[in-house]
């Protein structure tokens, strides 16, 4: 199995005022082999600010379903990239799974320096999460939506495209499905009708008024969380305000109550780690879509311990940490 043994990425601000935002992304990855060279095909998909690309990696011996993987990178939506080193190895090591797997670029909101002088103190905060999410959301949702107006030349089938991603990715992810079953017009991209096969985000959370629900069904979803997270709540944050991040714990409590097919990995004592455990789970991954796929999700509640999988100064981390003065 393949393990990372360290991830480390947030960003850090001014935690009153947040008058100065840096960010340092890296991705240390122990025991992993080289990512081996593999042609990627690069297109733009979508206009904003500037041009948004997106990576796609074709497998040699395609699956016989045609299914899809939209991957989206983590970075505390302030860095990070489509083609990164963690990126290139995922799309690799799925492709080889016989996926198609496209990486998608999305705005990076913490970035626009001035817009983030709008948003002070903890209330400020949270409308800075919402801003940046909305952005990384809506440009997903584009991506989803450049796929499937080009499913023909791709080789995929637009119903079998399932949504992975790591840590801010994650939260784009869960966070796009639950605004389509909720209607929201930051989603507006997405063809009529459409609807993930799967979701699976590495350390995700839902922003949300209060306890998050859905109106229509969500995709069926794997939530892989660490439960001393505190960079992603493992549960929420801020934990005390009804506005915020409700992470993987209260996510899949709400779709077990709405009777909705989910499966929940938790790994006790580990903390953000997980956000980039797709590598050494792509067993477990392959798995749970090829059972969604297949109609048979239902509910699995299971608690996953990895010799390799171990804390590291992440478990530790949390968010006031990254936010210094």
């Known amino acids: 199995m393949l393990t990372l043994t360290d991830e480390p990425h947030g960003f850090v601000?001014?935690?009153?005022?947040?008058?100065?935002?840096?960010?340092?992304?890296?991705?240390?990855?122990?025991?992993?082999p080289s990512v081996v060279a593999q042609e990627v095909s690069t297109f733009a998909f979508v206009e904003r600010d500037s041009t948004l690309f997106l990576d796609v990696y074709r497998?040699?011996?395609?699956?016989?379903?045609?299914?899809?993987?939209?991957?989206?990178?983590?970075?505390?939506?302030?860095?990070?990239?489509?083609?990164?080193?963690?990126?290139?190895?995922?799309?690799?090591?799925?492709?080889?799974?016989?996926?198609?797997?496209?990486?998608?670029?999305?705005?990076?909101?913490?970035?626009?320096?001035?817009?983030m002088k709008e948003f002070k103190g903890i209330r400020g905060m949270q409308g800075m999460f919402?801003?940046?999410?909305?952005?990384?959301?809506?440009d997903c949702a584009a991506a989803v939506a450049w796929v499937c107006a080009h499913a023909a030349?791709?080789?995929?089938?637009?119903?079998?495209?399932?949504?992975?991603?790591?840590?801010?990715?994650?939260?784009?992810?869960?966070?796009?499905?639950?605004?389509?079953?909720?209607?929201?017009?930051?989603?507006?991209?997405?063809?009529?009708?459409?609807?993930?096969?799967?979701?699976?985000?590495?350390?995700?959370?839902?922003m949300s008024h209060g306890k998050p629900t859905w109106k229509t069904p969500p995709a069926p979803t794997m939530l892989m969380?660490?439960?001393?997270?505190?960079?992603?709540?493992?549960?929420?944050?801020?934990?005390?305000?009804?506005?915020g991040i409700y992470g993987a714990k209260k996510v899949f409590n709400q779709m077990r109550k709405q009777e909705y097919p989910c499966w929940i990995v938790r790994f006790e004592g580990i903390?953000?780690?997980?956000?980039?455990?797709?590598?050494g789970s792509v067993d477990l991954f392959c798995a749970?879509?090829?059972?969604?796929?297949?109609?048979?999700?239902?509910?699995?509640?299971?608690?996953?311990?990895?010799?390799?999988l171990v804390p590291t100064r992440w478990t530790d981390m949390t968010v006031k940490d990254l936010y210094a003065r």
Not at 130 to 138: M, S
Not at 175 to 188: I, P
Not at 288 to 308: C, N, P, W, Y
């Open 153 to 206: 030349e791709l080789g995929v089938d637009t119903s079998k495209v399932v949504l992975t991603g790591s840590s801010a990715g994650a939260i784009a992810v869960l966070q796009m499905d639950w605004c389509r079953a909720n209607g929201e017009g930051v989603v507006s991209a997405l063809p009529s009708g459409w609807r993930p096969a799967a979701v699976v985000p590495y350390a995700g959370g839902i």
């Open 130 to 138: 919402q801003y940046c999410i909305d952005l990384a959301v809506e």
């Open 59 to 115: 497998p040699a011996t395609p699956r016989a379903d045609k299914a899809c993987v939209v991957a989206l990178f983590g970075g505390g939506f302030f860095s990070g990239e489509r083609n990164n080193g963690y990126q290139r190895l995922v799309g690799k090591m799925l492709s080889d799974r016989g996926f198609t797997v496209v990486s998608i670029d999305y705005r990076l909101g913490l970035k626009d320096t001035v817009k």
């Open 225 to 243: 969380h660490g439960t001393k997270d505190k960079i992603v709540a493992y549960k929420k944050f801020p934990p005390i305000l009804r506005y």
């Open 13 to 32: 601000c001014g935690w009153k005022g947040m008058r100065r935002i840096v960010l340092v992304l890296a991705l240390f990855m122990v025991g992993l």
């Open 271 to 279: 903390g953000h780690e997980v956000a980039t455990w797709l590598p």
């Open 288 to 308: 749970f879509v090829d059972q969604a796929l297949a109609g048979r999700i239902s509910e699995l509640d299971a608690t996953m311990k990895d010799t390799k």
